[in-house]
């Protein structure tokens, strides 16, 4: 068994305009259909949380700000991955 995805620690940087990278190690197969690799991609977010992160602080953080903006006229995203069932929508 394997983590599917590497947060660094600590998860999140220290400064909002520091970035770092999230890693995904994706189990797929060799053109034979034979023999398994794990791919290992990184991804370079703003923000990262890690599993003990409760949905307070991934709140606070990530979707106030974005809310407040909105209510504000602007426009805003937010990407959330994980497992199904892993608490995303809470």
């Given at each position: 068994?394997?983590?599917v995805v590497t947060v660094p620690d600590p998860p999140a940087p220290?400064?909002?305009?520091?970035a770092t990278d999230v890693v995904v190690h994706n189990c797929q197969m060799h053109a034979d259909l034979k023999r398994?690799?794990?791919r290992h991609q990184a991804f370079d977010v703003t923000r990262a949380f890690g599993e003990n992160a409760s949905s307070d602080e991934v709140y606070e953080v990530s979707a106030?700000?974005?809310v407040a903006g909105a209510l504000a006229g602007g426009v805003g995203a937010l990407f959330m991955y994980g497992q199904t069932g892993s608490g995303k929508t809470h």
């Open positions: 068994e394997f983590d220290l400064l909002p305009t520091d398994m690799f794990i106030a700000p974005m």
